[in-house]
């Protein structure tokens, strides 16, 4: 979830370096087992798989009309307001514009499919990793598995969820 979240407020480059540090600290700080240390790497490369193409994914293109936040008129504003060609902008009523590139809001299914498209990559690398190129035991395996998908898309529903709240408070902004 926190990986989703880091992509839509801090940007993916900072997102793909918590992905990448927090399986190292994980085992460092002996939240992970010793046993999972030669999934260390994998772990942190299906991190930053993940947050780069759910990235990719949101911010993609339907002909014409962009899907990004605050692009033009087809698109919603991070509080929720459209912006209209020849209306006044959320700047102009007296909040903050989104900026040009930010990732689009939940309503957009390119972020749902950037979710799906993240979530199975993710899981692709990591039930390929311990299938093919490392060898771990069979119950670490096994939590390399399905049940990293499932993780992975739970987080990506919550985190889109949580953003928007964090949205529509002011809390944070992109």
Do not use: H
Request: contains cysteine; glycine residues 10%.
């Amino acid at each position: 979830m926190f990986l989703y979240l880091a992509v839509v407020f801090v940007g993916p480059l900072s997102a793909c370096i918590v992905g990448c540090i927090t399986p190292l600290m994980g085992l460092w700080f002996g939240i992970l087992k010793p046993q999972l240390s030669p999934m260390v790497p994998v772990i942190a490369l299906s991190n930053a798989v993940m947050c780069l193409l759910f990235w990719v994914v949101a911010r993609s293109r339907i002909g014409n009309k962009p899907a990004a936040v605050g692009v033009d008129e087809w698109t919603e504003t991070v509080a929720g307001m459209e912006t209209k060609a020849g209306t006044e902008t959320k700047a102009e009523a007296g909040g903050t514009e989104a900026k040009a590139g930010a990732l689009p809001a939940y309503r957009s299914p390119w972020v749902w499919l950037g979710i799906a498209v993240g979530s199975v990559v993710k899981y692709l690398i990591l039930a390929g990793s311990v299938r093919y190129i490392v060898n771990v035991p069979p119950p670490i395996a096994a939590a390399m598995g399905v049940i990293q998908l499932v993780n992975a898309v739970i987080g990506g529903v919550l985190a889109m969820a949580v953003a928007q709240i964090l949205r529509r408070t002011g809390a944070l902004r992109e």
